[in-house]
């Protein structure tokens, strides 16, 4: 069981991955950024911290790190961090409006007033899980974004001159600033936050695609801690992924797993599919990136034709989602904590 919190508080701008692609409604790239950093950038992180300072045998890290996330939170309140919110819930804050998806004759249904209410919050509190969408509005325990983009155009210049290096001596990045976020009218200062069965050591690190200075924070994850509860819950006949989803196999990439043992999904709610890749280490100490997949993205929901009555991780008695569910490449991809999902419950699903 994830038995730490990770806390990340950027010391300036950070680096986004670039935008999907470049078009003259779109000169800057934005489109398809990805922020914040996948649970793999972190694991990479903790592999290499421990080559220089050794707070961990090589063979524990290797077979016992697990790691979830990105997650976020405020900095004074990080045991209750920001999820993903699921598909089913609908939360406008600025129009203070909700509503939810249903299923009323095995189909989704949501009331025809609200078919054209967008969300314009993706993210809800872990304390708040269990709660409506109507609750968690009123409650201010939904939230937009913390963070934005800022486009920064950087020269690439000649080392002895301060002129440009040639003509492609100018390129685009896509930088991301940590903001305030709004709770109830009061700005708090916010992090990011990751899930770990290890402890990383506090200090400095260089973090993310281009080594930005970063301040990291671990600390203990209590038994009675929202995330530790809602992770013992079984589920049922529904569930929703608060972390990508990447199934199949390393040429395939699928909306669930396609192992037998995994009950077949009646209905699915998401959203189009994202680009997931990771660097993985070699013997030479030289990073190679991994095979490309396509991720189903979190607050993803499922429906399963029959109950599962597993949780993700497992518990004493019985194990948690298989191993074989997950791809391989070099290690399992639920060691990055692909697919983590918690229970939710569906008005019209037994």
């Not at 290797?62 to 939170?73: E, I």
């Not at 201010?140 to 440009?164: C, G, I, S, T």
């Not at 008695?317 to 060691?335: I, N, Q, R, S, V």
Request: hydrophobic share 35%; aromatic share 12%.
């Amino acid at each position: 069981m994830y038995r730490h919190l990770i806390i990340i508080n950027p010391l300036g701008l950070m680096y986004g991955s670039a935008g999907a692609f470049l078009s003259p409604e779109n000169l800057v790239g934005i489109s398809g950024a990805k922020f914040p950093p996948d649970a793999t950038t972190l694991s990479g992180l903790f592999f290499s911290a421990n080559k220089i300072n050794k707070f961990q045998e090589h063979e524990e890290l290797r077979d016992n790190l697990y790691l979830a996330g990105p997650f976020w939170a405020e900095i004074d309140n990080p045991e209750y961090f920001y999820i993903p919110i699921p598909w089913t819930k609908i939360i406008n804050q600025d129009e203070k409006q909700v509503a939810e998806w249903t299923i009323q004759e095995s189909k989704w249904y949501r009331p025809e007033q609200t078919k054209d209410l967008e969300p314009d919050c993706r993210w809800q509190t872990v304390n708040s899980w269990e709660d409506t969408a109507d609750v968690i509005r009123r409650n201010f325990d939904a939230a937009k974004n913390p963070w934005e983009y800022v486009p920064m155009l950087h020269p690439r210049l000649k080392d002895n001159q301060r002129n440009v290096e040639d003509e492609n001596g100018l390129f685009l990045e896509n930088t991301v600033q940590m903001g305030f976020h709004l709770r109830n009218g009061e700005p708090k200062d916010t992090c990011l936050v990751y899930l770990s069965t290890y402890a990383l050591p506090d200090g400095w690190y260089c973090f993310g695609g281009e080594n930005h200075l970063v301040e990291i924070t671990s600390i203990p994850l209590l038994d009675d801690s929202p995330i530790i509860k809602l992770l013992q819950q079984k589920i049922h006949r529904s569930f929703a992924l608060i972390t990508p989803g990447i199934w199949g196999s390393t040429h395939y990439s699928y909306r669930y797993p396609q192992h037998p043992d995994f009950p077949k999904p009646t209905h699915i709610l998401t959203d189009r599919p994202s680009p997931y890749r990771y660097r993985v280490g070699d013997r030479k100490g030289r990073g190679r990136l991994g095979r490309g997949r396509y991720a189903v993205p979190p607050g993803t929901v499922y429906i399963l034709d029959e109950p599962l009555n597993k949780t993700w991780w497992g518990n004493k008695e019985e194990a948690g989602f298989p191993d074989e569910w997950f791809p391989k490449e070099g290690f399992g991809l639920k060691k990055v904590g692909c697919g983590l999902c918690l229970p939710i419950t569906i008005e019209g699903v037994d």
